[in-house]
């Protein structure tokens, strides 16, 4: 296909039905150019925003969004719906929620004594770490 040829279908698909102008690329170039449909002539724009394989018409599209939340909108945990449970306290067989332990106080000595162990272990109890006895 020759360079003339393409834009002789260019211009037919541009214009419409009218046949291309005898004469140099450049002439043709310059007719086409004005004969080249209005901004939007050949375009079919969808001002209701529902219809596929259509530019959107951007006046529509502002207002649709507008009347979307905003960046910084915001809900409360208790206003989501479909949040995954939070896990419950752990257990000797699964994984979950344990408070801090309180805090105990360091061992005086080398070697710790009964009540300073049995101390330890009560915090570790209470904040859920070890398991009752």
């Known amino acids: 296909m020759t360079i003339l040829n393409a834009l002789t279908e260019l211009y037919t698909k541009v214009v ?23 901004a939007g002539a ?10 596929t394989g259509q530019a959107a018409d951007a006046k529509a599209t502002g207002d ?36 801090q332990a309180a805090a105990v106080a360091d061992a005086v000595g080398e070697t710790p004594t009964k009540a ?4 330890l272990l009560a915090a570790l109890r209470a904040a859920g770490i070890v398991a009752n006895n």
Do not use: C, R, Y
């Open 42 to 51: 050949s375009v079919t724009i969808d001002a209701s925003l529902t219809k």
């Open 16 to 38: 419409g039905s009218a046949p291309a102008p005898a004469g140099s690329i450049g002439d043709m170039v310059h007719q086409m150019a004005e004969k080249w449909p209005e």
């Open 116 to 119: 300073e162990f049995d101390s």
């Open 64 to 99: 649709a969004l507008n009347g979307k939340a905003p960046a910084t909108h915001t809900h409360t945990a208790s206003q989501i719906t479909d949040l995954p449970a939070a896990p419950g306290n752990a257990t000797t067989a699964k994984a979950g929620l344990v408070k």
